[in-house]
């Protein structure tokens, strides 16, 4: 976001504390991938996650953030986690065809050959946010979890207009 004197203005996004449980989660989606699920052409995500499980913070989380990567590097969405779930490329084009983000062809060019399952999103209730968020930090590939006040936050930031974020 840049303000009226041109400043870019950027959000510092809270960590999750040892005592808060997560509410949220923050991924990082490429521009075109970010079109086809807020414009509601797929409404399935996923990708591949080091530790083979859904873990505990993981399975709290109802929300997903949509970070767009590469272009505008801001927070610009957000969906509601209907399921989570481990699913192999072959399964994901089976079982969700079209609804999944990737093509048929993306999604073999992103396997490159891995067995292994992606930890795929399936969501509902998109929201495209008036106002993206920039953020302080950049966000790695292993995304952000974050609290259910620091989700309601940063979603009042996207759902408003503003010349810059808080």
Known sequence: MIDAAGDTNRVDVSRLRENETAYAVIHAVLPSHVERLLSGK????????????????????RMLMIYESHRSKNIVGDAR???????????????????????????????NGRRRPLLVFELHHFRRYITPIALKRPLTMAGQMVSRSEFDRLAEIGTHHSSSNR
């Open 42 to 61: 797929s409404d399935a995500f996923g990708k591949y996650v080091g530790f083979g499980r859904i873990s505990e913070p993981l399975a709290s989380c």
């Open 81 to 111: 986690i209907h399921r989570l779930d481990f699913m192999t490329a072959d399964q994901i084009v089976k079982g969700l065809g079209d609804r999944f983000f990737l093509t048929e062809i993306e999604l073999d060019s992103y396997s």
